[in-house]
């Protein structure tokens, strides 16, 4: 039983950053192959925010935050980060954690039912 653990996220001014991180209770080796994070606004849909593939590090990056985030794979590709630089007010949301044990094209896997397992949540606030 795969667990995704998350932590970072707060409260930041307008500009400032954050780094949220996220480790799963099993090592690569039980076969993750992508992991993601998602944002949720109130009254909005979740939507991807970027993806990693932990076979070979390709990445996708939404729009919105593209050039101010970045997704990377800890050492032993059980752990998933995000850097936020220069956030904005926009950037306030319910910040999520996600993985798939599935290989899935990139275009599958901007959608949050691409992915099987899910972490809590952590809330990011940007004023």
């Known amino acids: 039983h795969v667990q995704l653990v998350e932590s970072g996220g707060g409260s930041v001014q307008a500009g400032g950053s954050l780094e949220l991180s996220c480790t799963a209770s099993?090592?690569?080796?039980?076969?993750?192959?992508?992991m993601g994070w998602f944002r949720q606004a109130p009254g909005k849909e979740r939507a991807v925010v970027a993806h990693i593939y932990t076979t070979d590090g390709v990445t996708f990056y939404a729009e919105p935050i593209k050039d101010r985030f970045t997704i990377s794979l800890g050492h032993s590709k059980d752990t998933v980060y995000l850097q936020m630089n220069d956030l904005k007010p926009e950037d306030t949301a319910l910040y999520f954690c996600?993985?798939?044990?599935?290989?899935?094209?990139?275009?599958?896997?901007?959608?949050?039912?691409?992915?099987?397992?899910w972490g809590q949540g952590t809330q990011v606030t940007v004023s």
């Open positions: 996600a993985a798939s044990v599935k290989w899935l094209d990139w275009r599958r896997l901007i959608h949050p039912s691409a992915f099987d397992l």
């Open positions: 099993m090592r690569n080796g039980g076969g993750l192959n992508s």
